[in-house]
Nanobody, 114 residues
Framework: VQLQASGGGLVQAGGSLRLSCAASGSLFSIYRMGWYRQAPGKQRELVADITSAGNTNYADSMKGRFTISRDNVKRTIDLQMNDLKPGDTAVYYC?????????WGQGTQVTVSS
């Protein structure tokens, strides 16, 4: 699986961004897909993920602000981010996982100014 993320950028606090991740390769629908982020000097952390059946899981600080979705036909996942805060500034990575094997996209920078 190869993953290509897009949609990052610079936004003011309170604003919104939508990230997209396009996957190549077969069997996309059976992977758990997710978004992670890594801020400078910090470990990579889960933002949200979504199973092949569409069940979602969010980190506590993202609940109510971020929404993850997937389209198994188009082989894409999106992350709608609302009410962004300076603490959301990070490089965001798309992830595909199955049976402990992980694939990562190249990352897209999100910067939230105060």
């Amino acid at each position: 699986v190869q993953l290509q993320a897009s949609g990052g950028g610079l936004v003011q606090a309170g604003g919104s961004l939508r990230l997209s991740c396009a996957a190549s390769g077969s069997l996309f629908s059976i992977y758990r897909m997710g978004w992670y982020r890594q801020a400078p000097g910090k470990q990579r952390e889960l933002v949200a993920d979504i199973t092949s059946a569409g069940n979602t899981n969010y980190a506590d600080s993202m609940k109510g602000r971020f929404t993850i979705s997937r389209d198994n036909v188009k082989r894409t996942i999106d992350l709608q981010m609302n009410d962004l805060k300076p603490g959301d500034t990070a490089v965001y990575y798309c992830n595909a996982a199955r049976f402990g094997v992980n694939f990562w996209g190249q990352g897209t920078q999100v910067t939230v100014s105060s």
